[in-house]
């Protein structure tokens, strides 16, 4: 009996033992689990901010605009001036170091000590001598006012007369228009009309600023555009239409000007559907 018990207790002690290792591995391995998930080796690493380097300009004044003589090109004008050099600004130029935080957001600007530079402008160049060109720039001596009753004009019985370009006017404030339709006012196709030197193509289109007209549609100091359909003029003078000689006034110069034209484009110069002579506007 006695060595049955002693057997029987035995038995239970491994039992008991056995569980107790068993416990101790599984807590082990749980141990080693915690202690992978926390390692460092295995965790994301974010810096905390980012440094950039930039470099801003700032514009500090607009070039200024010359003209300059130059020789007068084959088929060139010499009192017309064309744009040889576009010029640049003067511009202060800065660098910065800028600091954002993980989510871009901007910390700090700061100006690196002894990065400022000063860049000088140059000038707008404009020669003279230019040929008849889109943005080429005169000077007008004089602008005048003309009617289709002046006495070179011819005006017929309607006192409707022929320009150069073989457009027609009328003494009764009116213009024949591309499709033939005469049109009250004194403009076509929406453009004032003028009369030039043969040194500039008829069909050419300008505009006309820095002027002192007012009257039919004109302001003073509000650039015009118009378009040459005449001549009868010499030189640098433009005419400008205004109708008739009998109500010149209609367009009046309100004080002295200085005016300049700037070629803006070209007309086609051909005829309509009725044979007709006429610049035709795109």
Request: glycine fraction near 10%; hydrophobic fraction near 35%.
């Amino acid at each position: 009996m006695f060595k049955r018990t002693k057997g029987f207790v035995g038995i239970i002690l491994v039992i008991v033992l056995t569980s107790c290792t068993s416990s101790k591995v599984e807590s082990d391995a749980d141990s080693q689990i915690i202690l992978q998930t926390l390692t460092p080796a295995n965790a994301t690493v974010r810096q905390p901010y980012q440094i950039e380097e930039v470099t801003e300009e700032v514009k500090l004044a607009n070039p200024k605009t010359v003209y300059r003589q130059g020789p007068t090109a084959s088929g060139g004008v010499s009192w017309l001036a064309a744009k040889v050099d576009n010029g640049s600004p003067k511009l202060e130029r800065v660098r910065y170091m800028l600091a954002y935080d993980q989510f871009g957001n901007l910390l700090s600007k700061e100006v690196i000590p002894g990065s400022e530079e000063l860049i000088p402008s140059s000038p707008i160049v404009y020669q003279y001598g230019a040929r008849p060109q889109r943005g080429a720039v005169f000077f007008p001596s004089r602008i005048t006012r003309y009617g289709a009753d002046c006495g070179g004009c011819k005006p017929n019985a309607n006192g409707e007369a022929y320009t150069a370009s073989g457009v027609a006017v009328s003494s009764n404030t009116a213009v024949r228009q591309m499709d033939g339709a005469w049109q009250d006012g004194i403009k076509y196709e929406g453009y004032y009309v003028l009369a030039s030197s043969s040194s500039l193509p008829l069909c050419a289109i300008v505009e006309i600023s820095n002027h002192k007209f007012s009257g039919m549609g004109l302001k003073p100091g509000v650039p015009f555009k118009a378009i040459i359909l005449d001549r009868g003029v010499s030189g640098r003078k433009l005419d400008l239409f205004v109708g008739t000689e009998t109500n010149i006034s209609n367009v009046r110069e309100t004080s002295k000007m200085y005016p300049r034209a700037t070629i803006i484009g070209f007309a086609n110069y051909t005829k309509n559907s009725m044979g007709q002579r006429i610049c035709k506007v795109n």
